[in-house]
């Protein structure tokens, strides 16, 4: 296939650039330049929001659309005069209400969810542009992504504990539930999609058993070969000043996705894969978070 892939930089859309590229498909990608480039893909550079007529008349098989935060970003790709047989838009979770009966379904109500707030309202007025416009386009809703290239400090942050020989601060009795989702599955499943070109459009993506964070943790300190010894934080404490998630769980269904792809990365393969990556790519996270800082002088 001659596909076009948003961004192509970091994390999510670099990894697919190169998976895709593996595959034996030709890439385009469309980003700033301001970072280097997959070996192999064809590069669009520019804004997204200043396109021109960079794409006009262009065909590819695809777009996958991963670096779409906004309507805009939607809007100035479809307006391009690019031309595309398929048009696949990774949306969120944050788009479902945090009322909502869980686990989330993709026939519930979307709307404004207090924990994402803007970010999950914009990507909602993404996918709402987009099925106006390309009523055959699909919609990803993924939980949490995860694997090499991850470049927000979550597991990197465990690692780093984990590598220091530091307990690890749990908020509560750390029941709280996470739901992730390997950025390998996430292209197999693009794979699929494409091939297969089911008659339902929106997916919640992830894996099918979420996990507590206690249990996270562990997984991440078994990656390096330590066990983790726990200090538990009072729910008083703002969690995300020492912690790498919202105060916030949730739960998505996807059935749907498990009947097209049975089978995920079982999650400790992933994360002992992500720290092999993390420990020769320290420097991966952009920012990263004061969270041992306040641990040290609070906690």
């Given at each position: 296939?001659?596909l076009l892939?948003?961004?192509?930089?970091?994390?999510?859309?670099?990894?697919?650039?190169?998976?895709?590229?593996?595959?034996?498909?030709?890439?385009?990608?469309?980003?700033?330049g301001?970072?280097?480039?997959?070996?192999?893909?064809?590069?669009?550079?520019?804004?997204?929001?200043?396109?021109?007529?960079?794409?006009?008349?262009?065909?590819?098989?695809a777009?996958?659309?991963?670096?779409?935060?906004?309507?805009?970003?939607?809007r100035?790709?479809?307006?391009?005069?690019v031309?595309?047989?398929?048009y696949?838009l990774?949306?969120?979770?944050?788009?479902?209400p945090?009322t909502n009966?869980?686990?989330?379904?993709?026939?519930?109500?979307?709307?404004y969810?207090?924990?994402?707030?803007?970010?999950?309202?914009?990507?909602?007025?993404?996918?709402?542009?987009?099925?106006?416009?390309?009523?055959?386009?699909?919609?990803l809703?993924?939980?949490?992504?995860y694997?090499i290239?991850e470049?927000?400090?979550?597991e990197g942050?465990?690692?780093?504990c984990?590598?220091?020989?530091?307990?690890?601060?749990?908020?509560?009795?750390?029941?709280?539930?996470?739901q992730?989702?390997?950025?390998?599955?996430?292209?197999?499943?693009?794979d699929?999609?494409?091939?297969?070109?089911?008659?339902?459009?929106?997916?919640?993506?992830?894996?099918?058993?979420?996990?507590?964070?206690k249990?996270?943790?562990?997984?991440?300190y078994?990656?390096?070969?330590?066990?983790?010894?726990?200090?538990?934080?009072?729910?008083?404490?703002?969690?995300?000043d020492?912690?790498?998630?919202?105060?916030?769980?949730?739960?998505?269904?996807?059935?749907r996705?498990?009947?097209l792809?049975?089978?995920?990365?079982?999650?400790?393969?992933?994360?002992?894969?992500?720290?092999?990556?993390?420990?020769?790519?320290p420097?991966?996270?952009?920012?990263?978070?004061?969270?041992?800082?306040?641990?040290d002088?609070?906690?």
């Amino acid at each position: 296939m001659n596909l076009l892939i948003t961004g192509g930089t970091t994390f999510v859309s670099r990894f697919a650039a190169e998976y895709f590229i593996s595959e034996g498909h030709a890439v385009t990608v469309l980003n700033r330049g301001s970072r280097p480039q997959v070996n192999g893909v064809t590069l669009i550079e520019c804004d997204r929001t200043q396109l021109g007529d960079r794409l006009r008349g262009i065909r590819f098989d695809a777009i996958l659309d991963i670096t779409a935060y906004t309507e805009e970003h939607v809007r100035t790709l479809i307006e391009s005069g690019v031309l595309f047989d398929d048009y696949l838009l990774v949306s969120s979770s944050a788009v479902y209400p945090e009322t909502n009966p869980q686990p989330f379904k993709e026939e519930q109500g979307c709307g404004y969810n207090a924990i994402w707030r803007d970010y999950g309202m914009n990507k909602l007025q993404a996918e709402r542009y987009l099925t106006r416009h390309v009523p055959g386009a699909y919609i990803l809703r993924p939980p949490y992504f995860y694997g090499i290239y991850e470049n927000i400090y979550r597991e990197g942050f465990v690692f780093d504990c984990a590598m220091q020989d530091r307990p690890f601060y749990l908020p509560g009795d750390g029941g709280m539930k996470l739901q992730f989702f390997h950025v390998r599955d996430f292209c197999r499943f693009i794979d699929i999609l494409l091939e297969k070109h089911p008659e339902r459009k929106i997916f919640n993506v992830g894996n099918p058993e979420p996990v507590t964070v206690k249990e996270w943790v562990t997984l991440c300190y078994r990656a390096a070969g330590k066990t983790p010894a726990f200090v538990s934080v009072d729910k008083s404490v703002v969690q995300r000043d020492y912690f790498c998630f919202h105060d916030y769980e949730y739960v998505l269904d996807v059935s749907r996705q498990s009947s097209l792809m049975p089978e995920t990365i079982p999650l400790e393969q992933g994360l002992a894969e992500e720290y092999e990556w993390y420990r020769e790519h320290p420097d991966s996270v952009y920012f990263k978070k004061p969270y041992m800082p306040y641990i040290d002088q609070n906690l």
